[in-house]
């Protein structure tokens, strides 16, 4: 059974017991749906808790082979496990899983006397990505593409943790690096790391 049936089961248990929760990897994004429609879904509300970021040990050595360092911004803080970035919020559809993650903090990539920070993240659990605000740019763009393939989901009353999501750079992102930065070191693709979101969580009746 792939992960993403798996999710997709644990989440009809969550509605079934009105107690478990889940997290996604297989939604469709489809617009808004008609107020009767909401009035009648099942929520998963997520709140408090951290997405922990690991990053790449060979990302990281070649980033600071070349200069480039890379440190938590704001809320964030460094932790035994990684980058952690405290869960502001977050709203996910129990049965099609489709919904958004938001997050405080961020990181600040140095380098040549230049900084360029990103920041205050948001996971789009329906498009996989997650996207941040580039101060310098003034725009929120997407940065990381999440690879649920392998994830790890674990589930009690008032607790959802997913691990192992595998972080890539998105070409956007590594493109916007190497113009700021004059350089050809960032590619799309590039591995970032291993995210693993921990947050409490509750059952929402619409």
């Known amino acids: 059974m792939s992960v993403r049936s798996k999710l997709a089961l644990t989440a009809s248990a969550a509605v079934v017991a009105a107690a ?3 997290a996604s990897g297989n939604a469709t994004a489809s617009g808004p749906a008609p107020t009767s429609a909401r009035a009648g879904a099942t929520y998963v509300v997520l709140k408090g808790g951290a997405t922990t970021l690991r990053l790449n040990p060979g990302t990281a050595k070649v980033l600071t082979d070349n200069g480039i360092s890379v440190a938590p911004a704001s809320e964030a803080r460094v932790r035994s496990t990684g980058i952690a970035f405290p869960i502001q919020g977050g709203l996910l559809n129990s ?3 489709a919904g ?4 405080s903090g961020g990181l ?6 230049k900084d360029l920070t990103i920041r205050d ?3 789009n659990t329906a498009k996989k990505t997650l996207s941040a605000y580039v101060d310098e740019a003034g725009a929120r763009i997407p940065v990381l593409n999440l690879n649920l393939a392998k994830a790890k989901v674990k589930v009690t009353k008032k607790h959802l943790t997913v ?3 595998k972080a890539k750079l998105t070409s956007g992102a590594a493109s916007a690096l ?3 930065y004059s350089t050809s ?8 790391g291993t995210a693993t979101m921990s947050a409490s969580s509750k059952i929402l009746r619409g």
Do not use: E, Q, R
């Open 108 to 113: 600040t990539f140095s380098a040549g006397g």
């Open 121 to 123: 993240f948001t996971i």
């Open 163 to 165: 691990s192992n999501v």
């Open 178 to 180: 190497n113009s700021y």
């Open 100 to 103: 958004k993650v938001k997050h």
């Open 20 to 22: 478990t929760l889940t």
């Open 95 to 97: 049965k099609t899983l």
């Open 185 to 192: 070191l960032f590619k799309g693709g590039l591995k970032i």
